[in-house]
């Protein structure tokens, strides 16, 4: 897993691999949010090691929650995918899987005949 970062105004995701099947590191997680002003709500889901916080944007930054869990040792910007980059890894992904579904398909179509068939498409 690697780590990950998706805002909005007022609302930040981030995922990270040191946060994944950890539930004493997320319990550390919230109690150091908690300690900023203007942190709304604070929901972690250990299964996918993933922070989504809301927050007021008049008292915190999004920077400052960042920065926050970069010193905790919890993110990594260095490391970090934005949805952009995400979305075209995924499609990227997608496209192997389908360029080999389709050369499978006609694989299979050629070898329906004979070996000779087969030859024939080659040459």
Same mark, same amino acid.
């Given at each position: 897993?690697?780590? /990950?970062?998706?805002?909005?105004?007022?609302?930040?995701?981030? !995922?990270?691999?040191?946060?994944?099947?950890? !539930?004493?590191?997320?319990?550390?997680?919230? !109690?150091?949010?908690? &300690?900023?002003?203007?942190? +709304? &709500?604070?929901?972690?889901? &250990?299964? &996918?090691?993933?922070?989504?916080?809301? /927050?007021?944007?008049?008292?915190?930054?999004?920077? $400052?929650?960042? $920065?926050?869990?970069?010193?905790?040792?919890?993110? $990594?910007?260095?490391?970090?995918?934005?949805?952009?980059? /995400?979305?075209? !890894?995924?499609?990227?992904?997608?496209? $192997?899987?389908? +360029?080999?579904?389709?050369?499978? %398909?006609?694989?299979?179509?050629?070898?329906? +005949?004979? %070996?000779?068939?087969?030859? %024939?498409?080659?040459?």
């Amino acid at each position: 897993m690697n780590y /990950y970062l998706h805002s909005v105004a007022g609302r930040l995701r981030i !995922k990270s691999p040191k946060i994944k099947n950890r !539930k004493s590191e997320a319990d550390n997680i919230r !109690k150091a949010l908690s &300690t900023i002003n203007g942190i +709304g &709500t604070v929901e972690i889901n &250990t299964v &996918t090691g993933s922070v989504l916080v809301n /927050y007021n944007q008049k008292f915190v930054s999004q920077n $400052d929650i960042i $920065d926050l869990m970069e010193v905790k040792g919890y993110f $990594d910007r260095a490391k970090a995918a934005n949805n952009d980059e /995400y979305i075209k !890894k995924a499609a990227s992904g997608f496209g $192997d899987i389908m +360029g080999k579904a389709v050369l499978g %398909a006609f694989v299979e179509k050629a070898l329906e +005949g004979s %070996a000779l068939s087969f030859l %024939a498409i080659l040459i």
